[in-house]
Nanobody
Framework: QVQVVESGGGLVQPGGSLRLSCAAS????????MGWHRQAPGKQRELVAL???????KYADSVKGRFTISRDNAKNTVYLQMNSLNPEDTAVYYC?????????????????WGQGTQVTVSS
């Protein structure tokens, strides 16, 4: 079993910044892609940013130049630094992590989602 827990959401004024964190725990052998998605009310969940095990990154056009994704493999953690936030960034942000873990002595593949953290941008 692999657990994924996000933190760092909250209320921020337009133009402000927030940093989200997502920590994976369990008998993890290897982490592959780690990403952040978001879902606004009445909209579908969308990919915000993705980082590969090698550090390659991908961003949604709407956040390029404002958001930065990074990872700390020693801590099994991925971060999302969000700057110049605007009301359109308001959503529940979800972390998604994939990789390999050990279960009962066997190598298993996992893809786990966190519970989500609310980000609200409002004056």
């Amino acid at each position: 079993q692999v657990q994924v827990v996000e933190s760092g959401g909250g209320l921020v004024q337009p133009g402000g910044s927030l940093r989200l964190s997502c920590a994976a725990s369990g008998s993890i052998l290897r982490l592959d892609d780690m990403g952040w998605h978001r879902q606004a009310p009445g909209k579908q969940r969308e990919l915000v940013a993705l980082i590969s095990s090698g550090g390659n990154t991908k961003y949604a056009d709407s956040v390029k130049g404002r958001f930065t994704i990074s990872r700390d493999n020693a801590k099994n953690t991925v971060y999302l630094q969000m700057n110049s936030l605007n009301p359109e960034d308001t959503a529940v942000y979800y972390c998604n992590v994939g990789g390999k873990y050990i279960s009962n002595g066997y190598l298993q593949t996992f893809g786990s989602w966190g519970q989500g953290t609310q980000v609200t941008v409002s004056s």
